[in-house]
Nanobody
Framework: QVQLVESGGGLVQAGGSLSPSCAASGSIFGRDVMGWYRQAPGKQRELVATIDSDGNTNYADSVKGRFTISKDNAKNMVYLQMNSLKPEDTAVYYC????????WGQGTQVTVSS
């Protein structure tokens, strides 16, 4: 059984930074893709960024140049450095793992005040 545990969300003013992280536990081996999605109130869950075992990254256009995703394969951890945050970045951020199947974390709230 795989579990994803996020940490590092919170409240920040516009222009500030946050750096949530996610730890995947369980017997994970081989190639995988980890990343982050987010869901704002009344909206569908959307991609933020993903990274594979080779370090290839994919970002939503809305976060390019502001967010950076990184991954520690040995520790099964994924990180998201979020800079220049905007009020429209406010959402619950979910950790994502695609390995055998898709796994989701419980979510961490990110609130950006104007």
């Amino acid at each position: 059984q795989v579990q994803l545990v996020e940490s590092g969300g919170g409240l920040v003013q516009a222009g500030g930074s946050l750096s949530p992280s996610c730890a995947a536990s369980g017997s994970i081996f081989g190639r995988d893709v980890m990343g982050w999605y987010r869901q704002a109130p009344g909206k569908q869950r959307e991609l933020v960024a993903t990274i594979d075992s080779d370090g290839n990254t994919n970002y939503a256009d809305s976060v390019k140049g502001r967010f950076t995703i990184s991954k520690d394969n040995a520790k099964n951890m994924v990180y998201l450095q979020m800079n220049s945050l905007k009020p429209e970045d406010t959402a619950v951020y979910y950790c994502y793992l695609n390995w055998v199947r898709v796994w989701w974390g419980q979510g961490t709230q990110v609130t950006v005040s104007s």
